[in-house]
């Protein structure tokens, strides 16, 4: 079945450096990808996705290359803020699935310091 | 943006009781789903719900569960009887379409069986 590896459980930065969180994933289809965030008492929610191999998508400073040869989709940022302290989460679905359910990883918290 | 509501937000029963968790979908989804994640450890998926039917459940989806939508009103996930084991945070989701679409999740009912 599908799964997703999400390698930091925990990441701890100042202000301004870059991160990147790890994901792998496996499965036999072709491959669906989404990062989802969520603060402390808040609903999780959808930061970026793609499906497009070797294709960087953004959002809100936040990105993200799909590379299929590697099964990988690592989270970037050049410059964190305080605020993107929360826990993300990577998360797969494929058209194997015929429902959208989504296979998620560890997931990666972190924390930014002043 | 869009919000998924779930109602309790924190429910404690004694095992054996019967619980009903209680979803309020984004109002033209079509596609509604239930994940459970026990503190520590990743949100998995237990089963997809579309036209009024059960599409995929997964392993963790036992005979004592049970979903239901009358009349488009609360997505509902009933456990009937429960065990200790059932003690995790639920989460609601629902999505507009199936593949590669967005699922917007409720901030998630936190069950305690004793």
């Known amino acids: 079945g599908d799964s997703v590896t999400q390698t930091e459980g925990l990441v701890t930065l100042t202000k301004g450096l870059p991160v990147m969180l790890n994901c792998t994933y496996q499965?036999?289809?072709?491959?669906?990808l989404f990062w989802y965030v969520q603060h402390l008492n808040e609903a999780p929610k959808l930061l970026l996705k793609s499906s497009t191999d070797n294709k960087r998508t953004e959002h809100q400073g936040f990105y993200a290359t799909l590379h299929k040869s590697s099964s990988s989709f690592h989270l970037q940022k050049s410059s964190v803020q305080l605020s993107d302290s929360a826990l993300y989460f990577c998360a797969l679905s494929d058209l194997g699935t015929n429902t959208g359910k989504l296979t998620f990883g560890d997931g990666t918290v972190l924390t930014v310091k002043p | 943006g869009p919000k998924v509501l779930q109602i309790p937000s924190h429910q404690i029963i004694d095992m054996g009781q019967m619980v009903t968790l209680n979803c309020d979908p984004v109002s033209n989804h079509l596609y509604f789903y239930w994940y459970k994640q026990i503190l520590g450890q990743q949100m998995e998926f237990l089963v997809n719900f579309y036209n009024g039917k059960v599409m995929e459940k997964s392993k963790l989806f036992k005979d004592q569960f049970s979903v239901e939508r009358p009349d488009g009103s609360y997505f509902t996930l009933k456990i009937q009887p429960t065990a200790l084991e059932d003690s995790a945070v639920y989460f609601c989701?629902?999505?507009?379409?199936?593949?590669?679409?967005?699922?917007?999740f409720g901030p998630g009912t936190r069950l305690t069986v004793l």
């Open positions: 989701a629902s999505s507009l379409a199936r593949d590669y679409a967005e699922q917007f």
């Open positions: 499965t036999t289809y072709s491959p669906f």
